[in-house]
């Protein structure tokens, strides 16, 4: 299969996204800029063809996917009932990194939640995201269009490199401003709870519903086995191909612990690292700026592959806000391996 790629401009875009949308709807794959991450959109009302996304990504057949809509009103479909805590988040969040999980309805298939009876619903901000959805008439299942295990693509030429072959059309809609996926909040307990951290941070919910828990998956390495609230956390995740080894130090042990090394090997560093780096290094954002941390974390976790080392020593994100969600990332992507320095 030949894999176009269209470019958004102002004077396109309503023509792109006609042409995605007609691709939706006669059952294929597109995939689709968003706020956070780029996604690969199939109708969810189409079992096969939501069955075609987990062939083409090589994605476990028990992690479910979110099911995007471009106005709230579309989530009553969706959905059992939409309690007063999702309608308070969804009037401060939606169109936004904000994915809720609530009680499905019958309409939505068995194949976009895996089975369980709950579905995750999310409101992107990005105008041509919801201009397609829109265009398509149905809700868009989504999960990120990088091949299952890699990091999350953040640029169409990502998606490409992942997607080539395997999908008709990318819609190219520059860079991703967040950078890392959605927030996943859970309403189906008494108490609402962060599943995966996001784009809206956990004190940005609390505002809104006074309080919210943290799942314990979102900071721990959770076993195969075990039962989790969200399937995608057992998985390895966000992963280059090269070894990642996350160090923990301020900013003179981590300099110094690097340019104590020996062999190959690169550092993942923030930008006010590099000039005193002897290594090869690939820079994500600035120290002080968690959001633009977020915004580079998954493309230079690509670039890091091409440094051609063996392990990539990354420096400890701050964890406060969106840091926490660069953290989920980073620890995922490195199998929890943390060195203290
Ligand atoms: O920002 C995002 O959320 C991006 C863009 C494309 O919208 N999408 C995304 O999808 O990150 P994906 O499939 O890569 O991650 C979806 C996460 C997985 O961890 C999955 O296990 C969880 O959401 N999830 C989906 N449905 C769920 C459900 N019913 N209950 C619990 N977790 C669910
Ligand atoms: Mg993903």
Same mark, same amino acid.
């Given at each position: 299969?030949k894999?176009e790629?269209?470019?958004?401009?102002?004077?396109?875009?309503?023509?792109?996204a006609?042409?995605?949308?007609?691709?939706?709807?006669? +059952?294929? =794959?597109?995939?689709?800029?968003?706020e956070?991450?780029?996604?690969l959109g199939?109708?969810?009302l189409? @079992?096969?063809?939501?069955?075609?996304? !987990?062939?083409?990504k090589g994605?476990?057949?028990d992690? *479910? =996917?979110?099911?995007?809509?471009?106005?709230?009103?579309?989530?009553y479909?969706l &959905?059992?009932?939409? *309690?007063?805590?999702?309608?308070?988040? %969804?009037?401060? !969040?939606?169109?936004?990194?904000?994915?809720?999980?609530?009680?499905?309805?019958?309409?939505?298939?068995?194949? &976009?939640?895996? +089975?369980?009876?709950?579905?995750?619903?999310? /409101?992107?901000?990005? @105008?041509?995201?919801?201009?397609i959805?829109?265009?398509a008439?149905?809700?868009?299942?989504?999960?990120?269009?990088? /091949?299952?295990?890699?990091p999350?693509?953040?640029?169409?030429?990502?998606?490409?490199?992942?997607?080539n072959g395997?999908i008709?059309?990318?819609?190219?809609?520059?860079?991703? @401003?967040?950078?890392?996926?959605?927030?996943?909040?859970?309403?189906?307990?008494?108490? %609402?709870?962060?599943?995966? *951290?996001?784009?809206?941070?956990?004190?940005?919910?609390?505002?809104?519903?006074g309080?919210?828990e943290?799942?314990k998956?979102? /900071?721990?390495?959770?076993?195969? #086995?075990?039962?989790v609230?969200s399937?995608g956390?057992?998985?390895?995740?966000?992963? *280059?191909?090269?070894?990642?080894?996350?160090?923990k130090?301020?900013?003179s042990?981590?300099?110094r612990?690097?340019?104590?090394?020996?062999?190959?090997? +690169?550092? /993942?560093?923030?930008e006010? #690292?590099a000039?005193?780096?002897?290594?090869? !290094?690939?820079t994500?954002g600035?120290?002080?700026?968690p959001?633009?941390?977020?915004?580079?974390l998954?493309s230079?976790?690509?670039?890091?592959?091409?440094?051609?080392?063996?392990?990539i020593?990354?420096?400890?994100?701050n @964890?406060?806000?969106?840091?926490?969600a660069? =953290?989920n990332?980073? =620890?995922?992507?490195a199998?929890f391996?943390?060195?203290?320095v």
């Amino acid at each position: 299969m030949k894999t176009e790629i269209i470019r958004i401009d102002s004077e396109n875009q309503k023509g792109a996204a006609e042409k995605a949308a007609k691709l939706l709807r006669e +059952g294929a =794959l597109v995939a689709i800029p968003t706020e956070t991450v780029y996604g690969l959109g199939a109708n969810a009302l189409d @079992e096969n063809a939501v069955k075609s996304i !987990f062939q083409a990504k090589g994605r476990p057949q028990d992690n *479910p =996917l979110i099911v995007h809509i471009s106005e709230i009103e579309e989530i009553y479909n969706l &959905v059992k009932n939409f *309690p007063e805590s999702a309608r308070k988040l %969804a009037a401060k !969040f939606w169109p936004g990194p904000m994915t809720l999980i609530l009680k499905k309805s019958s309409k939505v298939p068995d194949t &976009v939640t895996a +089975g369980l009876d709950t579905v995750a619903v999310r /409101l992107p901000r990005n @105008e041509t995201a919801r201009a397609i959805i829109k265009q398509a008439g149905v809700p868009v299942a989504a999960p990120s269009a990088n /091949l299952s295990g890699s990091p999350s693509p953040t640029d169409a030429q990502s998606v490409y490199d992942d997607m080539n072959g395997r999908i008709p059309l990318i819609i190219d809609g520059g860079r991703c @401003e967040v950078g890392v996926e959605s927030t996943v909040i859970s309403l189906i307990g008494e108490k %609402a709870k962060i599943l995966r *951290p996001g784009g809206v941070t956990a004190q940005q919910i609390r505002d809104v519903l006074g309080d919210v828990e943290i799942d314990k998956a979102v /900071l721990n390495e959770v076993s195969k #086995d075990e039962k989790v609230s969200s399937p995608g956390m057992k998985y390895k995740h966000y992963a *280059p191909k090269t070894k990642v080894v996350i160090v923990k130090g301020d900013d003179s042990s981590y300099r110094r612990f690097l340019n104590e090394q020996t062999g190959k090997f +690169g550092a /993942l560093c923030f930008e006010e #690292d590099a000039k005193y780096l002897k290594c090869k !290094f690939v820079t994500y954002g600035k120290s002080t700026n968690p959001d633009s941390q977020s915004a580079a974390l998954f493309s230079a976790l690509r670039q890091a592959d091409n440094l051609g080392v063996d392990v990539i020593f990354a420096r400890y994100p701050n @964890e406060e806000g969106i840091g926490l969600a660069v =953290l989920n990332r980073l =620890l995922r992507s490195a199998a929890f391996d943390v060195k203290e320095v």
